[in-house]
């Protein structure tokens, strides 16, 4: 599967992004898929991740109850709504995806994760 990000831009702190991933191929509905982020000068994070049907989801705590991650299975696309945004969260948000479900920890590490989308750029003003 090929991922491409998108979505990405500036806004202003509190406002709300959606961003999209589109997937190539036809076994995107087998995959586990995930949203990770990397801010300027840190090391890459996990955000949010998804099981196959969505009928699962985890966050990171930095993002819970602000984001949703979620799948359109018969549209190839996960997506991740951004709510009350932060200047913490300016970052370049990456999608990834994985072919089963793991430990939460094994979830979250970025190494257990084989197949990344090219990044799209979210940027908060405060």
């Known amino acids: 599967v090929q991922l491409q990000a998108s979505g990405g831009g500036l806004v202003q702190a509190g406002g709300s992004l959606r961003l999209s991933c589109a997937a190539s191929?036809?076994?995107?509905?087998?995959?586990?898929m995930g949203w990770f982020r990397q801010a300027p000068g840190k090391e890459r994070e996990f955000v949010a991740t998804?099981?196959?049907?969505?009928?699962?989801?985890y966050y990171a705590d930095s993002v819970k109850g602000r984001f949703i991650i979620s799948r359109d299975n018969a549209k190839n696309t996960v997506y991740l709504q951004m709510n009350s945004l932060k200047p913490e969260d300016t970052a370049v948000y990456y999608c990834a995806a994985r072919p089963s479900l793991s430990t939460i920890v094994t979830m979250m590490s970025v190494g257990s994760w084989g197949t990344w989308g090219q990044g799209t750029l979210v940027t908060v003003s405060s």
């Open positions: 998804i099981s196959w049907s969505g009928g699962s989801t």
């Open positions: 191929g036809r076994t995107f509905s087998t995959y586990v």
